[in-house]
């Protein structure tokens, strides 16, 4: 699928439509013979024409117009369609743009009787400064974020660790500007790492800690973003109950996420020298598996009470950010992790939640990722929940004794990971949520989004612009 700016004719039209308009609209007629009241979809397909109400003008109700009328004429046979629009900003032009590119997607890799891709083009007319770039710069966005669902939505049997230190190899090979460095289970014995070594070892398949790093000429800050990387879990010897373990294999999201912004900035040539570290793993069962019981201790020493398998995530994510703090230096470290079903129980499926040391870092952020489309939460550590992760026998627990704020209580413990000089430096990221959804949403299909991509690139390009 391609933008183009264009006054040409096309074979269909798309008109977003605000309900004040609907009074003085062409096809006022026909509005009221189907007693259309602007709300969601009207395809007039002998006029080849389709309406899609937005609400008001803000980013995601243009994004989500667009994006649900391109879904409604994908299968038509028809080449290219004119989207019909005033635009007044940059910030509407570019939700346009990404509700195409986002919105067109689907992953049928799997299926024998596969859609036609019929709609090849779309055409937008605006006298909009720096149109063709705005566009540009969004279909690069876009194809990293589709980049992302591809990998979230990858079965288990394909999607290993070492399938993602591929995917992260070929993207620095593929790149004039990206580096990328592996990390085999016998580095990260070297590197004692642990707690990482633990939660793979009942996996017939090699963890690897990845490294992709973006280094910019001039660069005046540096930004690393922590995947988490489970490419498959089911739990552990904590074993989930089957339905809870189906769509287990997005629990790779944050990884894949990290690998989506490192290839954006890169392309989009942001002038900040950005890291990406991606902890792989898979979480097995077998005779090798770690228990409940357990004390691992961890790259910086921390000793670790395993009360739960399945809350492996997070052993995961404390090593390979003790490595990147140590190798990497950065000035900001964010991890982004499907860490927690609580955060979904608190916040919703389609929101992701902030969480950290430092305020007005978490709203920064916060005010970032309002540009981007994506949802976040901010949700705030308190000392009162970090009595909850104290152990007997070690220096902390991986689980909680309370079944109440389980997604705090799980940054609070990957916050036992975080430098004392880099407290203030860290976001933590819980994606649990909107990272993979059954059922369609907004410019989201079911099934893996691409969550955190264009909230952290937008990050990165308020940080670039100060």
């Known amino acids: 699928m391609k933008i183009e700016l264009s006054k040409a004719k096309s074979d269909y039209e798309i008109i977003l439509l ?6 003085t609209a062409a096809d006022f007629k026909d509005f009221d013979f189907y007693d259309y009241k602007g709300e969601g979809l009207l ?3 002998e006029k080849r024409r389709i309406y899609s109400a937005i ?40 939700a346009a743009a990404q509700g195409i590119l986002l919105g067109a997607y689907s992953y049928e ?19 909009l400064k720096d149109a063709e770039q705005i566009l540009a710069n969004c279909e690069i ?35 004039k500007v990206l580096k990328c460095e592996v990390l085999g289970e016998s580095e990260l014995k070297k590197e004692k790492m642990n707690a990482m070594l633990a939660v793979a ?38 074993l989930k109950p089957s339905d809870y373990m189906l769509s287990m294999k997005a629990d790779k999201s944050g990884a894949a996420a990290a690998l989506g912004i490192i290839k954006a900035a890169s392309e989009l040539g942001i002038a900040l020298e950005v890291h990406s570290v991606l902890g792989c793993v898979e979480n097995a069962i077998g005779s090798k598996a770690y228990k409940p019981d357990d004390v691992l201790i961890a790259k910086n020493g921390v000793s670790i009470e395993v009360r739960n398998t399945d809350a492996e ?48 870092l978490q709203s920064d952020f916060y005010k970032a990722a309002k540009t981007s489309g994506e949802f976040f939460s901010i949700l705030e550590f308190n000392e009162h929940l970090a009595e909850h992760i104290k152990s007997d026998v070690a220096d902390v627990s991986n689980a909680a004794n309370t079944r109440y704020g389980g997604a705090l209580t799980a940054g609070l413990f990957l916050d036992k990971f975080i430098k004392d000089e880099y407290k203030d ?31 952290c690139v937008a990050f990165l390009e308020s940080l670039g612009s100060k």
């Open 141 to 175: 966005l876009s194809k990293s974020v589709n980049f992302v669902r591809d990998i979230v939505n990858e079965i288990p049997a394909i999607y290993t660790p070492e399938r993602m230190a591929k995917d992260a190899c070929d993207l620095a090979k593929n790149s």
């Open 43 to 45: 395809n007039l397909s």
């Open 201 to 238: 070892n009942a996996s017939p398949h090699e963890p690897k800690l990845i490294h992709l790093s973006y280094k910019p000429k001039g660069a005046k800050l540096k930004v690393c973003f922590v995947g988490k990387g489970v490419t498959y879990d089911t739990g552990g010897l904590s």
């Open 313 to 360: 995530g997070r052993l995961v994510l404390a090593d390979s950010l003790v490595w990147a703090q140590e190798n990497i230096k950065p000035d900001f470290i964010i991890d982004l992790a499907t860490l927690t079903g609580a955060c979904v129980v608190g916040v919703g499926e389609y929101t992701s939640a902030i969480m950290g040391n430092n305020y007005e």
């Open 18 to 23: 605000e309900k004040d308009e609907i009074k």
């Open 425 to 455: 430096k860290w976001l933590h990221l819980d994606i649990a949520g909107p990272a993979f959804v059954s059922k369609a949403w907004g410019i989201n299909p079911a099934g893996g989004s691409g969550a955190g991509v264009r909230a």
């Open 109 to 127: 890799k799997y299926k024998s009787d596969k859609k036609p891709k019929n709609l090849e083009k779309v055409l937008i007319d605006t006298n």
């Open 55 to 94: 609400k008001k003008r803000d980013f995601n109700a243009i994004a989500n117009a667009t994006s649900a009328a391109i879904r409604a004429i994908s299968k038509l046979k028809i080449k290219s369609a004119k989207l019909c629009f005033d635009f007044k900003s940059e910030c509407e032009l570019k």
